[in-house]
């Protein structure tokens, strides 16, 4: 079953509602048919001697009493127009009736069709955002790439799910929309139609619809290529808002590289493989409409011979042909619009093979029930022989590294760029697993408890700090949002944030812009470091922390931070020398392998790669002054 129903079926949620829905379109049709039967006295009377309603009727019950069919009942009869006038405003005013009628129930048919539709892609797009969120950090940056063709990004994370989760489920939209509320009207029309030219002269309405089938397989036909072509032009798209984004948060260093020029080359390559895929569907698209109607016409000549061959040998009346063309071309009308809603159906198809991949995305390990809890962290972190390796890397980030750490120990973690150290980090809190060896905290293997009894006890302070659009106080109670204002407030102070929250217009209850923009980097990390201490974790991971402050502030808060990290175990990597000495153990990476441990002092003395990083890399001296 192809991704597009299989979403679909997600509608039959809402059974009482599609059924209603169903209902209201029938009961529409319907009326079209019985207006269609109702005008086909005033249709006789501009071929055949005008007669009364009455005077018909009493001849159709002669008639059927004679053949021993269906008769009108005689009190109906009794309270119908004699004279052919008001024969003829009787029968205005009832099928003015019947179209208020079926405008009724098309609203109504269309009202409870929409309602299903939107409130199905919203769970769709709710269930494709959390499969995001909980999708391996590992899979989100390089994109599982499953069941995608050459044409897409090959990714499921990043700026291709956002645009998965925005146009692609917009699309889908479309395409519901298009299935379950406009095709199933215009059927109904259609059939209405269809049944009254039935009713009139089923032989020539049978010819009709044997030569239909031409026509649908036109419609098949362009509708896969569009399906093909829109599908890459989504892929292409998202590479589009990738660049844009990219290059719209990294304004600051594309003006600082003079790269405009580059940037707007790398966008327009892109632009252009959009334009192109739009093309493809452009052309199947422009075609299919064409084809249809020429056949159309040809279906039309093809009945107009037949009938008038008919009619010359006295098979047929001019008026019963007059009305099975009108009925076929009413239903024709009502079913040719169905060609642009299968392209739509098509296009949608696309969509919905991309959003089901990401709904399909593997689920990050350790968020399966039935998993044991970690116990609050009390004694010791181990890293055992543990190997990372990130996907299509020659060398592993980390390699065969061993480590323990004790409950309470600060241990900083050192080494030249890419040895490593933020990868040995994400192992601590399970940002990623090792493809071999294990981690295990207290005793316990990470890949045998819960993922998140784990993080609860984890606060991170990183490089990147990452604030949301919101107040001062939503930011730093991220990660705890029963927190009082109190606890935010000391928490603010311990980071030494307090000055400039208190300055700002609400105090914590200030707004703050999107990624924290409307704060200057030292600012936004206090408030990350405020977060993180408000957490009360056992385990305090800091990832250059202290990057974006001056040493004077990095002084007042490393003073904080020693206080908080009493009693908790904490993992420093720094660019200080300040920050790297109050650690009571030392570690020095190197392509992703341990070269020493010791102290400050104790690898000044014999670890050459410490040295040099002293020199090099660890910037400030013992109390936290810049060597500037």
């Known amino acids: 079953m192809p991704a597009f129903w299989r979403l679909a079926r997600l509608m039959l949620d809402f059974k009482g509602r599609i059924a209603l829905a169903l209902v209201c379109a029938v009961l529409s049709g319907g009326s079209l048919a019985i207006g269609l039967l109702t005008s086909s006295p005033i249709v006789d009377g501009l071929f055949k001697e005008q007669q009364g309603l009455q005077k018909l009727a009493q001849d159709h019950n002669a008639e059927a009493q004679a053949e021993g069919s269906w008769q009108i009942p005689t009190w109906v009869v009794d309270t119908l127009p004699q004279d052919a006038w008001s024969s003829i405003v009787f029968l205005v005013i009832l099928i003015a009736i019947l179209a208020l009628s079926a405008g009724v129930f098309q609203f109504t048919h269309s009202f409870l069709a929409l309602t299903v539709v939107h409130r199905t892609v919203m769970r769709i797009r709710r269930q494709a955002f959390r499969s995001l969120l909980f999708m391996p950090l590992l899979a989100a940056q390089r994109g599982t790439g499953e069941g995608q063709s050459e044409a897409t990004t090959g990714s499921v994370g990043g700026s291709d799910a956002v645009s998965r989760l925005i146009a692609d489920a917009d699309q889908l939209a479309y395409g519901f929309e298009a299935l379950l509320s406009k095709a199933v009207t215009q059927v109904t029309k259609g059939f209405g139609a269809l049944i009254f030219a039935f009713i009139i002269d089923w032989k020539l309405s049978l010819l009709a619809l044997l030569i239909a089938p031409a026509v649908w397989g036109v419609i098949r036909y362009f509708g896969r290529r569009i399906k093909k072509a829109s599908k890459a032009a989504m892929g292409h798209r998202a590479q589009l808002l990738s660049i844009a984004t990219e290059a719209a948060q990294a304004?600051?260093?594309?003006?600082?590289?003079?790269?405009e020029r580059r940037e707007t080359h790398r966008f327009s390559l892109a632009n252009r493989r959009v334009y192109h895929q739009m093309l493809k569907a452009r052309t199947a698209r422009a075609l299919s409409k064409p084809f249809v109607e020429v056949l159309t016409v040809l279906i039309l000549v093809v009945l107009v011979l037949v009938a008038f061959w008919a009619i010359t040998n006295g098979k047929l009346e001019v008026p019963d042909f007059i009305k099975v063309l009108a009925g076929l071309a009413l239903g024709g009308a009502a079913l040719k619009p169905l060609t642009g809603l299968l392209n739509d159906m098509q296009t949608s198809a696309g969509a919905a093979e991309r959003l089901e991949e990401l709904l399909n995305a593997s689920t990050e390990p350790g968020h399966e029930s039935g998993l044991d809890r970690l116990p609050r962290h009390s004694q010791t972190i181990e890293l055992k022989d543990v190997a990372v390796r990130y996907p299509g890397a020659r060398t592993p980030a980390v390699n065969g590294v061993s480590l323990t750490i004790k409950h309470g120990e600060r241990v900083a973690i050192v080494g030249p760029n890419g040895s490593g150290k933020t990868t040995l980090l994400g192992l601590l809190y399970r940002l990623y697993d090792p493809e071999q060896g294990a981690v295990l905290v207290d005793g316990h293997d990470l890949t045998k408890v819960s993922v998140r009894s784990l993080r609860k006890q984890v606060g991170v302070v990183s490089q990147e700090t990452v604030l949301f659009e919101g107040s001062v106080r939503d930011n730093v109670a991220y990660g705890k949002p029963t927190a009082t204002d109190e606890e935010v407030q000391a928490a603010l102070d311990r980071a030494r944030a307090t000055e400039f929250v208190s300055q700002m217009p609400g105090g914590i209850k200030a707004s703050i812009a999107e990624r924290g923009t409307s704060l200057s980097g030292g600012q936004r990390q206090r408030l990350a470091i405020a977060r993180a201490i408000l957490r009360d974790p056992a385990i305090l991971i800091l990832d250059e922390?202290?990057?974006?402050?001056?040493?004077?502030?990095?002084?007042?808060?490393?003073?904080?931070?020693?206080?908080?990290?009493?009693?908790?175990?904490?993992?420093?990597?720094?660019?200080?020398?300040?920050?790297?000495?109050?650690a009571d153990r030392i570690v020095v990476l190197e392509a992703g392998k341990v070269v020493d441990i010791g102290t400050h002092d104790q690898l000044m003395a014999r670890c050459d790669l410490y040295q040099d990083l002293a020199r090099t890399q660890l910037l400030g001296g013992e109390d936290g002054s810049d060597d500037r």
């Open 545 to 582: 922390a202290t990057s974006m402050i001056d040493a004077g502030s990095e002084a007042r808060i490393n003073e904080a931070m020693d206080e908080f990290s009493q009693g908790r175990t904490t993992v420093v990597v720094a660019h200080r020398l300040s920050t790297v000495r109050r």
């Open 251 to 259: 304004l600051r260093v594309v003006k600082a590289y003079t790269a």
